[in-house]
């Protein structure tokens, strides 16, 4: 994209809706989303490879406590968000169906805002939301996460309005 805009990664099982929880989605699609447009970026899928089946509060917790966030953890020390937080290097905004405060607050650490969403929505109806907070002037959230056209978040004194 030649003019400012936002990066945004929505969490999807269907690549159509922001239909997915943070922690349990199948892909994270990402669009930059300008005043005028949008534009597809990339696809980020997750495997279940190497998962444990749930096992219904019949196996033995040795007295750790379980996150629901950490359901997939095997005991290793492995932590599940990692990798989902990862890919959102170099993203602004993070719609999602839910996530737990811990995700929440690694998203932000990340310096990405999230968004949980109430219901299952349309990634096209998400993007035009955007685009519509973009018109006239966006709000300071907004304009401080950013990008020019060169993929560079853009300081606040530069930004046209």
Same mark, same amino acid.
């Given at each position: ?6 990066? !945004?990664? %929505? ?70 968000? %990692?990798?989902?937080?990862? %890919? ?23 310096? %990405? ?6 219901? !299952? ?5 998400? !993007? ?34």
């Amino acid at each position: 994209m030649d003019a400012a805009h936002l990066r !945004i990664a %929505v969490t999807t099982n269907s690549l159509v809706q922001c239909d997915a929880n943070f922690a349990s989605a199948k892909q994270v699609v990402f669009y930059d989303v300008g005043r005028d447009g949008a534009e597809f970026v990339d696809v980020v899928s997750f495997s279940k490879t190497g998962r444990k089946a749930p096992a219904g509060g019949k196996a033995a917790n040795n007295g750790r406590c379980v996150m629901e966030d950490m359901g997939d953890d095997d005991g290793t020390g492995h932590d599940p968000l %990692v990798e989902r937080v990862e %890919v959102l290097e170099n993203c602004s905004v993070l719609f999602t169906l839910g996530m737990s405060d811990l995700a929440a607050v690694r998203v932000h650490n990340k310096r %990405v805002f999230p968004v949980k969403n109430s219901r !299952i929505r349309d990634i096209d109806d998400v !993007i035009v939301q955007m685009q519509k907070l973009m018109q006239g002037t966006p709000p300071l959230w907004m304009r401080r996460v950013m990008f020019d056209g060169k993929g560079r978040r853009l300081p606040l004194d530069e930004q046209e309005i």
